[in-house]
C-alpha cells in the first residue's frame, strides 16, 4: 500500500519555466512533509519541508504548499534551471514521540531542457 | 568532507555469505538511519539508531538483518546468509537531534548478492 504517491513518473520542463512536482498521500495522520532531490549513484539531499501547520514554505527558488483537505503538496521550482535535473522525492512522516520513519513517493524524474 | 560516508560503495556477495555495511553520520550527528531501495520500488525505512541504541527497528526484516551503532566507530548494517532477494541500495542518513527530518544521505552501498 503506496501512503505517499508521485503520480507522475517524468516531467520535462524548459530552462526559465516553472516545474511543478506534485505528491499526495493518504495517511490522514502524515503531519510533516519534505523534498529530497536525487542525482544518479548518490544519495537523496533534503531541499525543503513543511509542517502540516502551514500551507505554504518558501526557499530560494524553491516552495512546498500544502493542501491538507486534499491530501496534496506540491514543489515549486522558479526559474528551472538545467542543474536542477534529477529525480525528486516527496517523503511524510508523523511528528510524534521517537518516530523517525520517513515513508517516501517512487520520485518524479525531472528534466530541464536548455 | 563533513558529510556521510558511506563504504563501501559496492559489494559484491555469494548466497549465504555475510554482507558489512557501514555508515560514518555527519559530524555532529547522533542519529542515524538505515533505507533500503530494491530495484523498482522506493526508499524503505529498515532502523533508526542512535549511540549504542537501536530506536525503532520496525522496517527491519525479522531475520539476518541487525543493526548497530556503537559508542565509537561506524555504524554497521550486518546481512547474515545474503540470499538474492538482499540485492540493492543500502542508504544510511544521519540528522542533529534538534532536526530530526532533515536527514543527510550518504552515498549508498550497492550490494550485489550472486
Known amino acids: 500500500d503506496q501512503q505517499v504517491k508521485q503520480n507522475s513518473p517524468s516531467l520535462s520542463v524548459q530552462e526559465g519555466r516553472i516545474s511543478i512536482l506534485n505528491c499526495d498521500y493518504t495517511?490522514?495522520?502524515?503531519?510533516?512533509f519534505l523534498w529530497y532531490k536525487k542525482y544518479p549513484a548518490e544519495g537523496p539531499t533534503f531541499l525543503i519541508s513543511?509542517?502540516?501547520i502551514k500551507d505554504k514554505n518558501e526557499d530560494g527558488r524553491f516552495t512546498v504548499f500544502l493542501n491538507k483537505s486534499a491530501k496534496h503538496l506540491s514543489l515549486h521550482i522558479v526559474p528551472s534551471q538545467p542543474g536542477d535535473s534529477a529525480v525528486y522525492f516527496c517523503?511524510?512522516?508523523?511528528?510524534?514521540?521517537?518516530?523517525?520513519?520517513?515513508?517516501w513517493g517512487l520520485g518524479t524524474s525531472l528534466a530541464v531542457n536548455p | 568532507n563533513a558529510g556521510v560516508m558511506q563504504n563501501p560503495r559496492h559489494l559484491v556477495r555469494r548466497r549465504g555469505q555475510e554482507a558489512r555495511l557501514r555508515c560514518s553520520p555527519m559530524k555532529g550527528h547522533s542519529h542515524v538511519y538505515w533505507y533500503r531501495q530494491l530495484p523498482e520500488e522506493g526508499l524503505k525505512f529498515m532502523v533508526y539508531?542512535?549511540?549504542?541504541?537501536?530506536?525503532?527497528e520496525s522496517g527491519m526484516p525479522k531475520e539476518r538483518f541487525s543493526a548497530e551503532f556503537p559508542k565509537e566507530g561506524p555504524s554497521i548494517l550486518r546481512i547474515q546468509q545474503v540470499v538474492r532477494g538482499d540485492s540493492a541500495a543500502y542508504f544510511c542518513a544521519s540528522s542533529h537531534r534538534d532536526y530530526p527530518y532533515e536527514q543527510y544521505f550518504g552515498p549508498g552501498t550497492r550490494l550485489t548478492v550472486t
Open positions: 517523503a511524510a512522516t508523523i511528528n510524534a514521540g521517537n518516530n523517525r520513519k520517513l515513508i
Open positions: 513543511i509542517s502540516s
Open positions: 495517511n490522514s495522520m502524515f503531519d510533516y
Open positions: 539508531l542512535q549511540k549504542e541504541n537501536i530506536i525503532d
